[in-house]
């Protein structure tokens, strides 16, 4: 059962939930008590895996298709995750392409567009969709996992860091606006994680000694966060004690920059 004390009935719909954070974020979701509706694109094979790891925590979950850039798949996750729940009494973001590292003035226009496409319209598109739902069901919950480069620069990263800022825009519109409906939204501002994205671009060589020895002297902690320490946050924006909370980012990046 889900514990009503933390989390109202139904489900926390995760978008991205196959991938490393939304995998994390849903973890940690099921582990403190919520059922989950797991969104996919193209990572079927892995969201059935994780879909079976938290059904063994006695969560119910299910998963679903959608591709942020198409508003009828959407709509189609969306109603197929309230049939199957009842009700959805948070929004995840947690989708995002692997983003490849240019200064601002060597982004190829392509990439920058598609960047935005599913970043910035995806999420637009994901929260209108869902908001009449909220508002039928006495409120709800965003919970977007955005970049702590919106609070120092993270050169090369623009790629990430502009259109997340366009959704920080977005993320205290919401809470303006939607407030009146018991509508909540924050953001979770993600520092360097070790996990998924930053060991594949890693990999292809994008992060020097040296870069890794100028970002951590700017952290306070002196280390890389996990994706643990992500999907905390997200439980705690998404329940019930965070029920006063609304319009606000939360920096999980070890301090970086203080």
């Known amino acids: 059962m889900i514990d009503e004390e933390v989390f109202p009935a139904g489900a ?3 978008v ?3 991938g490393g954070l939304g995998a994390a974020s849903a973890r940690a979701l099921a582990r403190a008590g919520s059922d989950i509706a797991l969104c996919y694109r193209t990572g079927k094979a892995s969201a059935e895996r994780l879909a079976s790891e938290l059904g063994e925590l006695g969560r119910r979950v299910t998963i679903h298709v959608m591709d942020v850039t198409d508003s ?3 709509e189609t996750a969306l109603e197929q995750a309230i049939a199957g729940h009842g009700r ?5 973001w947690a989708a995002g392409p692997l983003v490849e590292q240019h200064y601002l003035s060597q982004i190829p226009l392509d990439q920058l567009q598609k960047a935005l496409e599913i970043e910035v319209q995806g999420f637009f598109r994901v929260s209108q969709a869902i908001l009449p739902h909220f508002r039928a069901s006495g409120g709800g919950s965003f919970v977007h996992l955005g970049s702590a480069g919106d609070l120092i620069w993270a050169s090369r990263d623009g790629l990430s860091v502009v259109p997340k800022a366009a959704n920080e825009a977005m993320i205290r519109g919401l809470a303006r ?3 009146r409906y018991n509508i909540r939204a924050n953001s979770i501002l993600v520092g360097v994680i070790d996990a998924g994205m930053f060991h594949e671009l890693s990999a292809r060589g994008h992060f020097s000694e040296r870069w890794v020895e100028e970002t951590q002297r700017m952290l306070a902690l002196k280390r890389w966060g996990t994706p643990e320490e992500i999907g905390h946050a997200v439980v705690f924006l998404a329940s019930s004690r965070a029920g006063y909370t609304t319009g606000q ?9 203080v």
């Not at 959805?88 to 995840?92: I, K, M, Y």
């Not at 980012?249 to 920059?257: E, N, S, Y």
């Open 177 to 179: 606006e939607e407030g």
């Open 72 to 74: 009828a798949s959407i």
């Open 88 to 92: 959805v009494h948070t929004a995840v």
């Open 249 to 257: 980012q939360i920096a999980v990046a070890g301090g970086l920059g």
């Open 12 to 14: 926390a719909i995760v």
């Open 16 to 18: 991205g939930g196959s």
